[in-house]
Every structure is written in structure tokens, then in C-alpha cells.
């Protein structure tokens, strides 16, 4: 099943224990969405982009240690010389951009630390045969890993025609960091696995597959090390399509999974910051929830907005209908160091909204 037909077929739910709007001062221009102690300011369409460059579907986005922010799109095929990662200040002036060998692919970004020096580890989604890329902040690659080389992706006969093979899709969509220097990588639009590498870059474990029974996965398009709890830090899945987050040891071993549509709706990625777990959910709606995993608040959540949003995806390509202090398709998500977030949306003319503390 590809990319949309997940999204179509993905249950439609409302659910949630706080539904908020915005401010309904006609006249305020930035409303201010959350609740007590978790309010922000929408600062929609945030970014100077270039006028010799065009969005082409946002996807993602990271901060180096200096606060500059990193945004991937996917780019389109008319649009070849268009880089596909770019970089603004604090302040949303363009830096730079790069990534024109990843044109139609970008999609998940992430920055670490190791020693003095940052990096960046970028999913090349859907093109080419590199599918992961490490580089420095400047885009200079150090190295491109390929399909993995491991029995869960070697071909195998086809059920259906014992005299032909098959092989298994892979295209990563996201990687998080492990504690002891590895990072994890979900291969949330090919076969469904979750894959642990080493700090060297080297293939340690698989696990996952797909399935909606415990342990078992359908788009793990996100996922993060949840280390909120001292000494007992668990892997969080963005399970997208079962409409869940499910959570594992680290060495891969099924914890649990809160209820399909109940909890989280489309769960794109996952982020933490203190004892805050951040979840931007494709389905209009960006979660905050607590050190027990309780919804502190669901932002800009409303039931009404949600159906025009899903009815036919129609409204992702029509910026006109797009309202204040609502979302349209929240793909990613991230806290700056003044807790300030983030979202970036799965939108064909791309969107970036700062939402800014102030309460």
C-alpha cells in the first residue's frame, strides 16, 4: 500500500479530551492557540524563502545548536535544479540550501551533535538508491547508505507466482538517536521495519514488520527515544496508519500501544523536550502530552475544520481556504531551545508556522 491510499483509508476520528480553536477576535492577526502554560502564537507562513525557489510539498525540519532552522520538501519533476533542504536564521532569514541529488526525495531531517562537530542526517525517500545520507551543516556528504543487507529485505518468491521473486520495498522515512551513539531508522513507506544501526553506522538489529498486532507495525513513519522517565528510556513509533503510537525496549521488544483513533488520530512524528512528548499529527492537529502520556492539549484541534481537511485532500493545494490558528496536515514538528515550536506541513505549496511561547 503506498503513501496515499494509507492516507485514504486511514480512519477519520475526532476524539480527544481538548478541543481548542483560536482566539476569536476578528481582528487579531497571530491567534493564540494551548491552554494554561502551553500557549502560542501562530506565526503562520514563517520563513523568507528566496523568489528563485519554490516549496514543493514541506516535509520536515530540525535546529542546529546555533538555532538555525533546517526544512526539507519534496520537490517536483519540473523543478530539477531545485534544491531540497533549506536554512534560515532565528529570525526565518535564508541562509543557504542544498540537495539537489535528493530532488523528489526529501523528507526526514535530524541533527546531531558528535564531539565538536554537528550533523545532518537526511531520508532520501523515494529516488535513487541512497536512502540515507549523512552530511555536514553545509551539506557536504560523509557518507550514503543503500538498501540494507539483511534477510528481511532479501528478495523471496512471490506468493502468488512461485517461479518469479519479489523484493521487499524499502524507503525510509525518519531517524532518531540512540543512547549509546546509534540512531534508528523507520522504513515507515517500504516493508514497515524498524532498523537499528551502531554509532559506526553499521546494521545491528530489525524488527517490527507489518501487522497492527503488537509489536507489528504499518507506517512507522516517526519515531523518537522517549527518556522522560530517569533510567528507563523506551522507543516511541509513530505507527501512523494504525492510528497509534506504539512503544518498544530498545533492543526492539513490543511494550504496548495506546487504542487506534483514540489517542493520537495520524501520528507523522515525534519529538521530546523536558518532560513535554510532542506529536504533529497529519490529521490537523499537533499534541502535547505529559510524563504520563496524557494529552495535555491537542493544538488547534476542531472536529468541523478536520472533515473539510480530509474530504478528498483537497484543501493541502488551496492556501485560500487555510485558516488562523488551524492546521491543515502537520508533518513535523519541532521545539526550539525557548520552547517555541515548529510545524511544518504536508502542503503542495508548503507552510511553516512558528508557534511562539507566551504563556
Sequence with gaps: MNRREFIATAAVASTGPILLGTTKKAEEKKPVIGVEGHKYECVHN????????????????????????????????????????FVFDPKGKYIRSFGKDWHEGGHGVEIRKEGSEEFIYFSNTWTGTKKL???????????????????????????????????PAYNPTNICWLPDGGFNVGDGYGSNYMLNYDKDGKLVKVFGGSGNGKGKLQT???????????????????????ARLSRFQLDGTPIDATESGKVVLFPAHAKTRGDVLLVPDLHARVSLFDKENKPIVHLG?????????????????????????????????????????????????GRITLLKKVG
Design 301 to 349: 484541534d476542531d472536529a468541523e475544520w478536520r472533515k473539510k481537511v480530509l474530504d478528498g485532500f483537497k484543501v493541502r493545494s488551496q492556501p485560500k481556504e487555510w485558516l488562523p490558528g488551524k492546521f491543515v496536515h502537520p508533518h513535523d514538528a519541532a521545539f526550539d531551545k525557548d520552547g517555541n515550536i515548529f510545524v511544518v506541513e504536508w502542503v503542495s505549496t
Design 133 to 167: 545520507v549523512k552530511t555536514n551543516l553545509k551539506g557536504e556528504t560523509v557518507w550514503e547508505k543503500g538498501r540494507p543487507e539483511c534477510p528481511e529485505y532479501a528478495p523471496r518468491p512471490d506468493a502468488k507466482d512461485a517461479t518469479k521473486t519479489v523484493t
Design 220 to 242: 512507522p513513519h516517526g519515531q523518537w527515544v522517549d527518556d522522560r522517565v530517569k533510567d528507563k528510556p523506551v522507543l516511541v513509533v509513530c505507527d501512523r496508519a494504525n
Design 46 to 85: 514563517w520563513g523568507e524563502l528566496p523568489g528563485e525557489f519554490e516549496w514543493q510539498t514541506t516535509h520536515n525540519v530540525a535546529l542546529d545548536g546555533a538555532g538555525n532552522v533546517y526544512i526539507t520538501h519534496q520537490g517536483l519533476k519540473n523543478k530539477k535544479g531545485m534544491d531540497t533542504v
